[in-house]
Nanobody
Framework: QVQLVESGGGLVQAGGSLRLSCAAS????????MGWYRRAPGKERDLVAR???????NYADSVKGRFTISRDNAKNTVYLQMNSLKPEDTAVYYC???????????????WGQGTQVTVSS
């Protein structure tokens, strides 16, 4: 099993910044990819940003140029730096990690518990 512990959410005014962190622990041989998703009220959970073990990234169009995802492979931790926040960024943000427990294992996706980000206008 793998646990994902998120931190860094909160309340911020429009134009402000927040940094989310997510640390993975447990039965980890390698983390193939880590990412952040969000669910706004009344909407589906959508990808915000994702980063592979090799550092390749992809972003939702709505956050390009404002959000930056990074990871520390030694710490099994992923970060999301969020700048120029807008009220429409308000959502619960979920960390995701695609993990193999051993060399021969299939990849399994794990989710964090979610952290609330609220951007006031």
């Amino acid at each position: 099993q793998v646990q994902l512990v998120e931190s860094g959410g909160g309340l911020v005014q429009a134009g402000g910044s927040l940094r989310l962190s997510c640390a993975a622990s447990g039965s980890i041989f390698v983390i193939d990819a880590m990412g952040w998703y969000r669910r706004a009220p009344g909407k589906e959970r959508d990808l915000v940003a994702r980063i592979t073990g090799g550092g390749r990234t992809n972003y939702a169009d709505s956050v390009k140029g404002r959000f930056t995802i990074s990871r520390d492979n030694a710490k099994n931790t992923v970060y999301l730096q969020m700048n120029s926040l807008k009220p429409e960024d308000t959502a619960v943000y979920y960390c995701n990690a695609v993990v193999r427990a051993t060399y021969w294992s299939r990849s399994v996706a794990y989710w964090g518990q979610g952290t609330q980000v609220t951007v006031s206008s």
